[in-house]
């Protein structure tokens, strides 16, 4: 199946800018979305189709997604901010949904 | 407001099977894709299984595949996962997950809470 790689974790300062990373083999051919996950509670699209935000979410998390890697991108980090994010495709050659490994966000 | 409801999680003993059920409600739910998407405790999201709208197109993932089956009654608004030869790697917590648009499949937009299956003996 198609494998997609993350970070398992990022750690920074509130205010900083946050980069999460996504990697697969010419991923940038397909539309890549992102969650964010907290403890006990359910995910939370932040990110879809590489870079669109549904409402609700913060102009702070933007994304991209080119060649072999997409990213996630969280400017001004709160406290608040800190969650596993996830990375997802859908391979339709396969008809697979795939997840990334997630990336814990520590926020220092 | 969109509200999925997941049930039918609990304990039972290897070997044995189990149903799931979503209830959802706040939308036309016969307009889109839905999903089982589960999380073993301290690991990472797995894409289970996901149902076209009108059940035409189906997938499983590759460690399901053959013991679960995915349907859904639009009638009634509900999905269900219907899990047979359980194991204990499917202990985990159960969440449906309904897509973002009508004209899209796995991008998903909005969850229930998840319900929680644990396979012990």
């Known amino acids: 199946s198609y494998g997609l790689t993350q970070p398992p974790s990022v750690s920074l300062a509130p205010g900083k800018t946050a980069r999460i990373t996504c990697g697969g083999n010419n991923i940038g051919s397909y539309s890549v979305h992102w969650y964010q996950k907290k403890p006990g509670q359910a995910p939370v699209l932040v990110i879809y189709a590489d870079r669109d935000r549904p409402s609700g979410i913060p102009e702070r998390f933007s994304g991209s997604n080119s060649g072999n890697t997409a990213t996630l991108t969280i400017s001004r980090v709160e406290a608040g901010d800190e969650a596993d994010y996830y990375c997802q495709i859908w391979d339709s050659r396969t008809d697979h949904v795939q997840f990334g490994g997630g990336t814990r966000l520590t926020v220092l | 407001e969109v509200q999925l409801v997941e049930s039918g999680g609990g304990l039972v003993q290897p070997g044995r099977s189990l149903r799931l059920s979503c209830a959802a409600s706040g939308f036309t739910f016969d307009d889109y894709a839905i999903h089982w998407v589960r999380q073993v405790q301290g690991k990472g999201l797995e894409w289970v299984s996901g149902i076209s709208w009108n059940s035409g197109s189906i997938g499983y993932g590759d460690s399901v595949k053959g013991r679960f089956t995915i349907s859904r009654d639009n009638a009634k608004n509900s999905l269900y996962l219907q899990m047979n030869s359980l194991r204990t790697e499917d202990t985990a917590v159960y969440y449906c997950?309904?897509?973002?648009?009508?004209?899209?499949?796995?991008?998903?937009?909005?969850w229930g809470q998840g319900t929680l299956v644990t396979v012990s003996s």
């Open positions: 997950a309904k897509a973002r648009t009508t004209g899209t499949w796995a991008d998903f937009a909005d």
